[in-house]
């Protein structure tokens, strides 16, 4: 029988001559453990019945728009679509792309490559069944085994087995933010690792640390130019970076969508940033206590997207552009999305639909807090010039 998450964090901390795991293996087992992870477990986490929202959860606006902007890229490039979604949870965004899609244009529908990459036995699940009438356009791939369930890499290493190279659309929502990271802080000019312990006395989960050693993390904040702030924490993605450079080495040309919550690494020099960006979530309330109740919460941290994007300049791609995602969505053409209607029911779903849109573009919305980062290897210019600040003029006179 399988330890539990409980029994095999215990039995780490206990294998280790300073009692104590790096917060990077904590995370991992409590986000990725075979049977009792957060995101391995066979319940919503999704939605108003789980513990957040994201963006496809609001209206399907959103995947509609990311669909009549990706048709647009692939009929400038001249390709048929061939699109990779990376983590794809619940299978909603992907429903909801593929119905937009075949109303949109039913030959490209049919012509259509939709890859899911995932690792949750029990999301995988949720996508087939979400997926059943658009089965004939999706591939999945890395069928999640019990014996690396829990290593960020093993999915990536299957597909690089059964599909030796890709070329087209990559996206992923809201996925880097939940890869584990290490924690570091400075304490009276040295810098220490925070990692966790065990108390027995009290039956809980406790933050350790002991002086910085790790030379990979040394390497991470010298290459990036990270010199943390007297009392500041910080968080070090190691698994991010590899991340980038396995996909970069898979992803032979197209175009690369990351979203997700992060910022630029300039930025930690805000006291906004001091104690580092970790938060949890559960039944949509926000917290910054990992160690109470582990693999019951999610766990994430911000997205440094300078660091990805340099990382992945040094395997060939080139930053299209780091864009607030309602400014992106507002160029993909979500107020083409709007539609005139004299309803006054505020349900009506033109009504819902309309409202969703304004959610979505509103810095006050879901969107405020979140980024686009576009990368791109070998597209021609003409892709690259749909890429064009948005201006609301052609919109004003409709009265929107």
Request: net charge negative; aromatic share 12%; charged share 25%.
């Amino acid at each position: 029988m399988m330890p539990s998450l409980k029994q095999e964090l215990i039995s780490r901390i206990s294998a280790d001559p300073g009692q104590m795991i790096s917060f990077r293996d904590f995370m991992n087992l409590c986000l990725y453990h075979p049977e009792d992870g957060y995101y391995m477990q066979s319940r919503d986490k999704i939605g108003k019945q789980g513990d957040y929202y994201t963006s496809s959860s609001v209206h399907p606006v959103f995947a509609e728009t990311i669909a009549h902007f990706v048709r647009k890229i692939c009929v400038a490039w001249e390709k048929r679509i061939t699109f990779c979604e990376m983590g794809a949870g619940t299978g909603r965004f992907a429903r909801q792309f593929l119905d937009a899609l075949h109303e949109i244009d039913s030959e490209a529908y049919h012509q259509t490559r939709y890859l899911i990459i995932e690792k949750s036995p029990y999301h995988l699940r949720q996508q087939q069944h979400l997926l059943a009438k658009h089965i004939s356009q999706v591939t999945w791939a890395g069928h999640p085994g019990e014996k690396d369930a829990g290593d960020n890499m093993a999915v990536k290493n299957r597909v690089e087995n059964s599909l030796p190279s890709f070329e087209g659309i990559l996206f992923s929502n809201e996925l880097v933010d939940a890869f584990p990271v290490y924690v570091v802080e400075k304490r009276k000019g040295v810098l220490y690792e925070i990692g966790v312990g065990y108390d027995d006395r009290h039956d809980r989960f406790v933050e350790k640390c002991r002086p910085l050693a790790n030379e990979h993390i040394l390497t991470y904040l010298e290459e990036f130019g990270i010199h943390p702030l007297e009392g500041q924490r910080l968080e070090v993605h190691l698994d991010a970076l590899e991340w980038v450079r396995k996909v970069s080495a898979w992803f032979k040309a197209g175009l690369w969508f990351t979203v997700d919550y992060g910022f630029c690494t300039k930025e930690l020099e805000s006291p906004v940033y001091k104690r580092g960006t970790l938060r949890c979530f559960y039944q949509h309330q926000v917290d910054s206590d990992p160690y109470e109740q582990p693999g019951q919460k999610d766990i994430t941290a911000h997205v440094p997207f300078d660091v990805l994007s340099q990382t992945a300049e040094k395997m060939g791609w080139g930053q299209v552009g780091l864009y607030p995602q309602t400014e992106f969505l507002l160029m993909a053409g979500i107020m083409d999305r709007l539609e005139e209607h004299r309803e006054t029911d505020p349900f009506h779903p033109v009504a819902k639909k309309n409202r969703a849109i304004h959610h979505l573009i509103s810095p006050q919305g879901i969107s405020g807090a979140l980024q686009v980062l576009t990368l791109a290897k070998g597209v021609p210019d003409k892709v690259l010039n749909l890429f064009q600040p948005f201006s609301f003029a052609k919109y004003l006179k409709k009265g929107y």
